[in-house]
């Protein structure tokens, strides 16, 4: 059976790209995650509260989780 063009692309970009960076998937997602915030942080100024980046934070975790368990083969 032929893996999906989306399985394939997560498949290459972990094998592949991650790899030649030196980074590791869990170490990709945090960086990922810290650039969002910061992005978050210098876009919205002072509207972005502590509870709105605790809530970000979390959205941003239960992605990574959702991500992960499609890499890991659950």
Do not use: D, I
């Given at each position: 059976e032929k893996?999906?063009?989306?399985?394939q692309f997560f498949h290459s970009w972990k094998g592949l790209?991650?790899?030649?960076?030196?980074?590791t998937v869990p170490l990709?997602?945090?960086?990922?995650?810290?650039?969002?915030?910061?992005?978050?942080?210098?876009?919205?100024?002072?509207?972005?509260?502590p509870a709105t980046r605790a809530a970000w934070s979390q959205l941003y975790g239960a992605v990574v989780q959702a991500m992960s368990r499609g890499w890991n083969g659950e």
């Amino acid at each position: 059976e032929k893996a999906s063009p989306r399985h394939q692309f997560f498949h290459s970009w972990k094998g592949l790209c991650l790899p030649a960076l030196g980074m590791t998937v869990p170490l990709a997602l945090q960086a990922v995650g810290e650039s969002l915030l910061y992005m978050l942080e210098k876009c919205l100024g002072p509207t972005f509260t502590p509870a709105t980046r605790a809530a970000w934070s979390q959205l941003y975790g239960a992605v990574v989780q959702a991500m992960s368990r499609g890499w890991n083969g659950e």
